[in-house]
């Protein structure tokens, strides 16, 4: 009875199988990249290993669109194209997907959105910020005047969309909506219209919203939120302007805050939760530091388990073997062990002002905003390169994407897909 019980549930399991459905010849090539920092958002790559060399055929280009508008939104991929966005002539937002073969254009959509950023930002531009998510059918992408838009994934068609603006009667947001979304089986979690809420994924009602955090500068804050479970508890860590906090998915409840200081709000990247019961974050302005939540009976309370004085600016950090590796405000690369709080190391080199990491095992992609590519070795002894190379002329703020044996880069100007040979 065991073994037909046995092969009727592997029989169920197979028939919830598409029809047309094969296994990818190279397994891979198969992975995706639905969202800000990739399928677990934590950046970290698991999957084949990767090879030692980034110079000469060690990785190909495989195609490149070009003459495309300016965008610091990552691309987003999946198991048979690239979503990526752009703003074309200072204007209009537009949203494209390619074939993640060919590079051919399966469709295009756009509307009327643009900001200009206080003067100094002006450097950082005037385009759309925020990197899309997909959760295999609909693609969620927000244009940088606090709107979010749901499309079709296959033809591109509008499902719906909410103003952040006109909703919550909030101003226009100064730096636009930079805010990656957040997405479950329920809903879509973001930062806009001065607050965050939660967004009803198929109608784009709003559920709740909390954390209110002002409006206009001190709107639609910089950092992306990630899911944790923390204290025993599922919930959802968002670092807003001035805080941050866990809150429930369901209700928008805030569980626990904390406040980070850092100058003019600049809490930019992204929070890595550590352990059941540490989030690591590091500020602009602020410290660096290991926040530990503890749960009573309901009854939440946070302690630094750690800090010292380290800014961190625009990076979010990756972490390995329990240290995390974060480039600073000073654009050196620090080594920290999550366990102590010790500095392990920081380099003497200094690089761009961003790097979007990635990490596989023990070794460390690292895009730079100059776009140089490093690979490194996560060694918490030394900072220990292994190489480099200069992968495109105009700048790389868009977080950069890993599927495999592929390298996607979204440059200011166009779009580029790599190769190497994984083991």
């Not at 047309?20 to 010849?25: E, G, I, R, Y």
């Not at 531009?125 to 969620?140: E, F, H, N, Q, V």
């Not at 500095?343 to 761009?352: I, K, Q, S, V």
Request: charge should be positive; aromatic fraction near 10%; include cysteine.
């Amino acid at each position: 009875m065991r073994t037909i019980a046995l092969l009727l549930a592997v029989m169920s399991l197979l028939s919830l199988r598409p029809l047309n459905a094969q296994p990818p010849a190279n397994p891979a090539a198969g992975a995706v990249w639905p969202q800000w920092r990739g399928p677990t958002r934590d950046a970290l790559v698991r999957g084949p290993a990767w090879p030692d060399k980034l110079e000469g055929d060690s990785l190909k280009q495989v195609w490149r669109v070009e003459k495309l508008g300016p965008s610091y939104s990552g691309p987003i991929v999946a198991a048979d194209r690239v979503f990526t966005t752009q703003t074309v002539d200072k204007k209009t937002e537009v949203v494209t997907a390619y074939d993640r073969k060919t590079g051919k254009e399966l469709w295009k959509t756009s509307w009327e959105g643009s900001i200009t950023v206080p003067f100094f930002a002006a450097k950082n531009g005037s385009w759309i910020r925020s990197t899309p998510a997909y959760d295999g059918k609909t693609l969620y992408v927000a244009g940088i005047k606090d709107l979010l838009v749901a499309l079709d994934g296959q033809t591109g068609k509008e499902l719906w969309r909410l103003d952040f603006v006109k909703e919550f009667e909030a101003p226009s947001p100064d730096f636009g909506f930079v805010c990656s979304p957040l997405v479950d089986d329920t809903g879509v979690y973001v930062q806009a219209g001065g607050c965050f809420a939660k967004v009803d994924k198929k109608t784009g009602k709003v559920l709740w919203k909390t954390l209110k955090d002002g409006g206009g500068t001190m709107g639609s804050a910089f950092s992306s939120p990630v899911f944790a479970r923390l204290a025993g508890k599922d919930q959802v860590v968002v670092q807003t302007r001035t805080k941050l906090a866990g809150v429930d998915r369901d209700t928008g409840k805030e569980l626990w805050t904390k406040e980070i200081p850092s100058f003019r709000g600049m809490n930019i990247l992204t929070p890595v939760p550590y352990g059941d019961d540490g989030v690591f974050t590091s500020t602009y302005g602020g410290n660096t530091r290991l926040l530990k939540i503890k749960s009573d009976d309901g009854k939440y309370a946070t302690t630094d388990a750690w800090s010292f004085k380290y800014e961190g600016n625009m990076t979010s950090p990756v972490v390995v073997d329990g240290h995390a590796y974060v480039l600073g405000k000073d654009r050196m690369l620090s080594c920290v062990n999550l366990e102590t709080g010790k500095e392990a190391w920081r380099t003497d080199e200094r690089f761009g002002e961003y790097w979007s990491l990635v990490a596989n095992k023990d070794k460390i992609l690292a895009l730079d905003n100059r776009g140089v590519l490093y690979l490194l070795k996560a060694n918490s002894k030394e900072y220990d390169p292994i190489d480099k190379r200069k992968l495109a002329e105009s700048d790389t703020w868009a977080h950069i994407a890993v599927c495999g044996d592929e390298i996607f880069i979204r440059d200011l100007n166009g779009l580029t897909v790599w190769k190497w040979p994984v083991k």
